[in-house]
């Protein structure tokens, strides 16, 4: 049973393992955000390779656990403060690529600048 403070939270975690509900509120929350984004490119690099079924399952684990994370409504540093509003999303993510480097490819990077130079259409970037 949830307790008063869990209620409309959603943890990282399980949302990772609803690989459909990731894909639909990435680009849902991407959309809403990209202008402000300094870090927009990686992270759509990293749901490429995310979603990639190339890409090893421990990979895809890293990658969807520090998705999830961004996508969350309720986060570590609201993502309504100017400036910091990102800052815990950039970290989690920062840290899920470091770890993951050598799988994010060229391939990946050239879809998200190309997702992103067409404006985060949602119908065109599905993978």
């Known amino acids: 049973m949830a307790s ?76 309504v403060l100017p400036v910091l509003g990102f800052t815990d999303d950039a970290a989690i993510l920062a840290t899920a690529i470091r770890m993951v480097a050598s799988h994010i490819t060229p391939e990946h990077r050239d879809a998200a600048r190309a997702a992103l130079r067409r404006g985060i259409d949602e119908s065109v970037v599905e993978n």
Not at 11 to 29: C, H, N, S, T
Not at 33 to 42: G, I, Q
Not at 61 to 79: N, W
Request: proline share 5%.
């Open 4 to 79: 008063e403070h869990s209620v409309g939270f959603e943890p990282a975690d399980e949302l990772a393992k609803d690989r459909e509900g990731v894909r639909r509120r990435f680009w849902i929350k991407l959309k809403r955000v990209a202008a402000r984004l300094p870090f927009a490119e990686e992270l759509v690099a990293a749901y490429y390779c995310a979603f990639d079924r190339q890409t090893p399952r421990h990979v895809q684990a890293t990658l969807l656990g520090a998705i999830a994370y961004f996508i969350l409504p309720f986060d570590f540093v609201s993502d």
